[in-house]
């Protein structure tokens, strides 16, 4: 069975400057896609990112980006110039098929003013 | 464009109760439908999919049940809810396919006392 482990359950950053959130997977599968999403406090959840195993190229989403390193089955998310609407619980999801994701337990992102 | 729908959006029941969860997508069709549930505190926990009418899939073992009578509207549903059973409860839809992202409804708050 997939797990997804985010060993961050707090993170705080100053507003403007870079956060990276981590999160690291299990997986015996060669062929899968990671997740990265938002969880504001309205709890609706909302895509931030999204990344294909066999690309070798970190996706990209303005001020989004994944560090992605699939020997290490490591995906972590840089936000660059944070502002206050990033402040949420962030997700890292791991999916290899048509059945569901598999989710870790969320890192909580502080933004301070 | 593609919606998802969830009601009730906060439900309080009492122990012993049944229990009727729907959700609806717009603007696509045949698509895969999830059921999670998130406890507080955590991660999401995938219950229930289903790749068409009638074809359900079950990853956990619980005093609850899915249905998809429809091609676009699922349900959750229990017959004597438990206090375990409170927790937020999200439906979520993809494409057909196998590494198809899932867009999430707004979420139900389910209170059982």
């Known amino acids: 069975a997939q797990t997804v482990t985010q060993s961050q359950p707090e993170m705080s950053v100053q507003e403007a400057e870079t956060v990276t959130l981590s999160c690291t997977y299990d997986?015996?599968?060669?062929?899968?896609?990671l997740f990265w999403y938002k969880q504001p406090p309205s709890r609706q959840m909302i895509l931030v990112i999204r990344?294909?195993?066999?690309?070798?190229q970190n996706a990209t989403e303005n001020r989004f980006s994944v560090n992605f390193q699939k020997a290490a089955k490591s995906f972590s998310l840089k936000i660059s110039d944070s502002q206050l609407g990033d402040a949420a619980m962030y997700f890292c999801?791991?999916?290899?098929?048509?059945?569901?994701?598999?989710f870790g337990k969320g890192t909580h992102l502080i933004i301070q003013p | 464009s593609q919606t998802i729908h969830q009601w009730p959006a906060t439900l309080v029941q009492p122990v012993g109760s049944p229990l009727s969860l729907e959700c609806t997508v717009e603007?696509?069709?045949?698509?895969?439908l999830y059921w999670y549930r998130q406890a507080a505190g955590r991660g999401l926990q995938l219950l229930f999919y289903?790749?068409?009418?009638?074809?359900i899939s079950s990853e956990v073992p619980q005093n609850l049940s899915a249905s998809r009578p429809q091609d676009r509207q699922f349900i959750l549903s229990s017959k004597k809810l438990l206090l375990s059973d409170s927790g937020f409860y999200l439906c979520?839809?993809?494409?057909?396919?196998?590494?198809?992202?899932?867009?999430f409804g707004p979420g139900t708050r389910l209170l059982v006392l």
């Open positions: 979520a839809w993809s494409r057909q396919g196998l590494k198809e992202t899932q867009y």
């Open positions: 997986t015996s599968e060669s062929d899968y896609y």
């Open positions: 990344q294909e195993a066999y690309k070798q």
């Open positions: 999801a791991y999916g290899g098929g048509a059945d569901g994701l598999t």
């Open positions: 603007g696509t069709s045949n698509p895969n």
């Open positions: 289903s790749v068409g009418i009638g074809q």
